[in-house]
């Protein structure tokens, strides 16, 4: 299994961006019936958890993106999204999807102020 994170890049504060998993070597029913999550780890930081999506579509979000970023879950492509509006400095971080026990590798957000 692999999980191939894409989407990231500099941009200004107050833009989006949308961040993509894209899962490979997962049948889709399994993965149908996972969870997503997605983490990021800022440079010095412990990662920590930014948003989950649940098989039935429930979502939790941190306090610190409530609002901002949305998670979602296409089950018929494989892919995991996570859509960030309105980005701040200290969103800057490199980011993870996590699926099932897999780890994807990062891809770095930095936003300017």
């Known amino acids: 299994v692999q999980l191939q994170a894409s989407g990231g890049g500099l941009v200004q504060a107050g833009r989006s961006l949308r961040l993509s998993c894209k899962v490979s070597?997962?049948?889709?029913?399994?993965?149908?019936?996972?969870?997503a999550e997605w983490y990021r780890q800022a440079p010095g930081k412990q990662r920590e958890l930014v948003a989950s999506v649940s098989t039935s579509g429930d979502t939790y979000y941190a306090e610190f993106v409530k609002g901002r970023f949305t998670i979602s879950k296409d089950n018929a492509n494989r892919t995991v999204y996570l859509q960030m509006n309105d980005l701040k400095p200290e969103d800057t971080a490199e980011y993870f999807c996590?699926?099932?026990?897999?780890w994807g590798r990062g891809t770095l957000v930095t936003v300017s102020s």
């Open positions: 996590f699926i099932k026990e897999y």
């Open positions: 070597g997962m049948i889709r029913g399994v993965f149908r019936l996972e969870a």
